[in-house]
C-alpha cells in the first residue's frame, strides 16, 4: 500500500504564480470639453510647465461626457499620442459612444462607466383629499456617507508608502515624506508637514477636508479635485493650512 504524503502548505502556496486583490488608486480624470489638435496641445504643454512633477507618467482617464462636436470623428489614438508625449499616460475612457469606445478599444484603453445621469422629475397624480392629520416631525437620514472609525498612524509615512482609510478619516500624529501617498473617504488631518500627496473624500464625498501643520506637498486633491505644488507655492507654502471644496473649487486657507 502506497505511503500517503501530506502537502506542505508553505510549498503549495508558492506554486500559486498569481492573486487577484482589490485596491484603491486614485485617476485624474482629463475633461475634454471640445478637441482641436494644435490648440489641445498648446494647452496640455503649458499646464506641463506649470506642473512638471504631476506630468510623469501620470494615469489618467479621458472623459467625453461633457464633449462638445462630434464624438464620432474624434481621432482619439492622435489624441492619447499627445497626451503621451506630455507624460499622461492614458489608461481609460469614460464615454457611451459605441465608435468611439471601440477606437478606446483597439488602443487598450478600458471602458469605464459613465457618471450618473439625474432622472427627471416625474409629474405626480393628484390625490384625493383626506381627512387631516395631526403633522408628525420627521428626522431625515442622510443617504450620504457612513463614516467608520478614523485610522491612527503614530509614525512617519516614508516615501513609497500609500495609507489609506476606508470609510472615515485618517489621523497622521508625524509627517508625509515626498513620494508618500495617503488617502481617506473621509478627512485627512496630518500633525507634520505635508510633503508627499494627500487625497480626501476619494470616493467623492465633497464636504472631506484636508488638514496639516506645514504644506509642502506635491499634489491635494478632494472629491478628484486637486492641485499640485506649482499652484500651492504661490500661497501658504509651509503654513498650517486646511484644504477644502467649493463648487468644485479648491480652496487652501490659514488653519487658525
Given at each position: 500500500?502506497?505511503l500517503?504524503?501530506?502537502?506542505?502548505?508553505?510549498?503549495?502556496?508558492?506554486?500559486?504564480?498569481?492573486?487577484?486583490?482589490?485596491?484603491?488608486?486614485?485617476?485624474?480624470?482629463?475633461?475634454?470639453?471640445?478637441?482641436?489638435?494644435?490648440?489641445?496641445?498648446?494647452?496640455?504643454?503649458?499646464?506641463?510647465?506649470?506642473?512638471?512633477v504631476?506630468?510623469?507618467?501620470?494615469?489618467?482617464?479621458?472623459?467625453?461626457?461633457?464633449?462638445?462636436?462630434?464624438?464620432?470623428?474624434?481621432?482619439?489614438?492622435?489624441?492619447?499620442a499627445?497626451?503621451?508625449?506630455?507624460?499622461?499616460?492614458?489608461?481609460?475612457?469614460r464615454?457611451?459612444?459605441?465608435?468611439?469606445?471601440?477606437?478606446?478599444?483597439?488602443?487598450?484603453?478600458?471602458?469605464?462607466?459613465?457618471?450618473?445621469?439625474?432622472?427627471?422629475?416625474?409629474?405626480?397624480?393628484?390625490v384625493?383629499?383626506?381627512a387631516?392629520?395631526?403633522?408628525v416631525?420627521?428626522?431625515?437620514?442622510?443617504?450620504?456617507f457612513?463614516?467608520?472609525?478614523?485610522?491612527?498612524?503614530?509614525?512617519?509615512?516614508?516615501?513609497g508608502?500609500?495609507?489609506?482609510?476606508?470609510?472615515?478619516?485618517?489621523?497622521?500624529?508625524?509627517?508625509?515624506?515626498?513620494g508618500?501617498?495617503?488617502?481617506?473617504?473621509?478627512?485627512?488631518?496630518?500633525?507634520?508637514?505635508?510633503?508627499?500627496?494627500?487625497?480626501?473624500?476619494?470616493?467623492?464625498?465633497?464636504?472631506a477636508r484636508?488638514?496639516?501643520?506645514s504644506?509642502?506637498?506635491?499634489?491635494?486633491?478632494?472629491?478628484?479635485?486637486?492641485?499640485?505644488?506649482?499652484?500651492l507655492?504661490?500661497n501658504?507654502?509651509?503654513?498650517?493650512?486646511?484644504?477644502?471644496?467649493?463648487?468644485?473649487?479648491?480652496?487652501?486657507?490659514?488653519?487658525?
Amino acid at each position: 500500500m502506497p505511503l500517503l504524503k501530506s502537502v506542505d502548505s508553505k510549498s503549495s502556496a508558492a506554486s500559486v504564480a498569481f492573486r487577484l486583490k482589490g485596491g484603491l488608486f486614485p485617476l485624474t480624470l482629463l475633461e475634454i470639453a471640445h478637441y482641436n489638435c494644435a490648440e489641445f496641445e498648446q494647452q496640455l504643454q503649458s499646464k506641463a510647465a506649470e506642473a512638471p512633477v504631476f506630468f510623469q507618467q501620470t494615469p489618467v482617464v479621458l472623459s467625453f461626457e461633457e464633449f462638445n462636436g462630434d464624438i464620432g470623428a474624434l481621432p482619439l489614438s492622435e489624441l492619447v499620442a499627445i497626451c503621451k508625449s506630455h507624460g499622461l499616460l492614458p489608461v481609460a475612457l469614460r464615454n457611451s459612444n459605441t465608435a468611439l469606445q471601440a477606437q478606446a478599444k483597439l488602443l487598450d484603453l478600458a471602458i469605464m462607466p459613465v457618471g450618473r445621469v439625474k432622472a427627471a422629475p416625474e409629474e405626480q397624480a393628484p390625490v384625493a383629499e383626506e381627512a387631516p392629520q395631526t403633522a408628525v416631525p420627521v428626522t431625515e437620514q442622510p443617504a450620504e456617507f457612513s463614516h467608520s472609525p478614523s485610522r491612527i498612524v503614530t509614525t512617519p509615512i516614508r516615501s513609497g508608502q500609500q495609507v489609506y482609510a476606508p470609510g472615515g478619516d485618517l489621523i497622521i500624529m508625524a509627517s508625509v515624506s515626498a513620494g508618500a501617498e495617503v488617502l481617506a473617504d473621509g478627512n485627512i488631518h496630518i500633525y507634520g508637514a505635508l510633503r508627499g500627496r494627500a487625497l480626501a473624500g476619494v470616493r467623492g464625498d465633497t464636504s472631506a477636508r484636508i488638514f496639516c501643520q506645514s504644506l509642502e506637498a506635491e499634489l491635494v486633491s478632494i472629491a478628484g479635485n486637486f492641485k499640485v505644488d506649482e499652484d500651492l507655492r504661490n500661497n501658504h507654502w509651509k503654513a498650517a493650512v486646511q484644504a477644502s471644496l467649493d463648487e468644485q473649487t479648491l480652496y487652501i486657507t490659514p488653519l487658525v
